[in-house]
C-alpha cells in the first residue's frame, strides 16, 4: 500500500465519527501523491505525514453560562493548536451547534495550508463551541463569551496562538472575548485578529474575505482569458464572506443575483442591493425574508437553491459541503465557467472532480478565502510595530497577496505536470513551505 493511502486509512481508524476531518486530509493527501511519491522513502522514515495529519495539541472544555432567565447552560469549547511550523497558531473560533471535534480538525487542517499560502509568518489552528448565538441577547452573548475565554486564554497569547472569527463569530464577539482575555491575564496585546478599530483593529479586515475571494477570482479569470465585468454572479450565505464577496464583485463590474442563509435564499434579478443587505443581517440580524420584503424586484425562497440560477461565476460563501454533484451538474448545464469557494470545503470531493473534468476553472478555499487570515496577519504586524496603516495600504497588500497566491498555486501545478488544476496547485504550494519548516526544526 502507498504511503499516501496508508496514512489516510489511520487518519480514518483513529479518528472515527470525523467525517470532515477525513474528507479534507483525503483531499489534500489526494493531490498531493505525486510530491509524496518523488519522497516516499525519506517522508515515510521521518513519519512526515503522520505528524502533519497529528494536531501538535488539541484542547476541549467546559463553557457554563447563565441565560436571562437564570438558567445555566453548558457548551462545549475546542481550541485545536494544529501546526506551528511557520509560525504562531493561527485561526477563527466558530460559534454554530454544528461544531464538534471533527469539524475543528478539518478547519484546523486547511488552515495549516492556507495560511502557508499567504506567505506570512502563521501556522495552523481553529476553535470554537457547539453554543447558538442565534436568538441569543447581548448579555447572553457575553456570558457565554467571557466564560468561554476565561478557559481559552489559558493556551494563547500574541505570539503563541491568536484567534479570529469564523461562523456566527464577528465583531462584537471578538470584542466581548478580548475585554475578558485582557481582564483575566493583563495583557494588552494583538491575543485575537478581527477586533474594532478603536482597540487594535486593522482597516480592511471586515471586507478582507470577500474582497480577497473576488481579487484572487479576478486574476484567475483574466489568466484564463475571462471576466468579471458583465458576468452573472451566484453567491450562497449571507455573512461576513458573502456581503463583501457581494460588494467587491460589483464594484469589479459583475451582477450577484443570489444570496442565501441557513432557513432560504433570495434571487434578485435586479442584483443584490448590498447596504440593504447590510443592514438586514449585520444591522438588525434578521432573516432574509426582511430584504425581500424592502425589495420588490426580490422572490425568497425557503430551502437550498442558489445554483439553480443559471450563471457564469458561482462563489459558494455559506458552509462546508453546501455544494454537492447534483448541483455542481446543473452549474455546468447552466454554463457556469468558474467556482470560487470563499467558505471552507464548500464543495463535496465529487462535485470538484466534476467541474474539473468538465472544464470549470476551480479556485480552492485554502486559496481564495486566504485573505481574511492574510489580513489577520496584517492585523497582528500592525500590533507588534503599535501602528494602524490606511485603508489603501492595506487593501493594497492584501490584493498583491491574492495576485500572489494564485500565481504560485498555478505555477505550482505546471511544475507537476497538472496545468489548470488548482486544487492540486494549493495544496502542493502550501505543503512545501510547511514541510521545508519542519525538516529544518528536526523531529518535533
Ligand atoms: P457568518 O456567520 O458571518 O455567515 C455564515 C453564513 O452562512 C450565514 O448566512 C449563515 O446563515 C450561513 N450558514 C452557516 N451555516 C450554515 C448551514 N449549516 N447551512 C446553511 N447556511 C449556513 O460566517 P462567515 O461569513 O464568516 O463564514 C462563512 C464561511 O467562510 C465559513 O465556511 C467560514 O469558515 C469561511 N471563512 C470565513 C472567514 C472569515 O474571515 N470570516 C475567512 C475564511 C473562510 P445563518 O445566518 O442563517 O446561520
Ligand atoms: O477560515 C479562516 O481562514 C478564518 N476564519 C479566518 C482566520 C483568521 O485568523 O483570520
Redo the contacts with the bound molecule.
Sequence with gaps: MSYVDQVIEEVIAKNPAEPEFHQAVREVLESLRVVVEANEEQYKKDALLERLVNPERQFKFRVPWVDDNGQVHVNTGYRVQFNSAIGPYKG?L?L?P?VNLGIIKF?GFEQIFKNSLTGLPIGGGKGGSDFDP?GKSDREIMAFCQSFMTELCKYIGADTDVP???????AREIGYMFGQYKRIRGLYEGVLT?KGLSYGGSLVRTE??GYGLLYLTDEMLKCNGKSLEGATVVV???????IYATEKAQQLGAKVVTC????GWIYDKDGIDVALLKEV?EVKRA?LTEYAAARPSAEYHEGKGVWTIPCDVALP????N?LDLDDAKTLVANGCFAVAE???M?TTMEATEYLQENGVLFAP?KAA??G??ATSALEMSQNSERLSWTFEEVDSKLKNIMVNIFHNLDDAAKRYGMEGNYVAGANIAGFEKVVDAMNAQGIV
Design positions: 477563527g466558530r454554530h454544528s478547519l442565534k479570529a472569527g469564523d461562523i456566527g463569530t464577528g478581527g478582507a474575505t450562497s450565505g449571507a455573512g461576513n464572506v458573502a442565501s442563509d441557513s432557513t443581517k432573516r460563501c455559506a458552509t462546508q453546501e470563499g467558505a471552507n464548500p478555499g478565502n486566504a481574511g487570515v
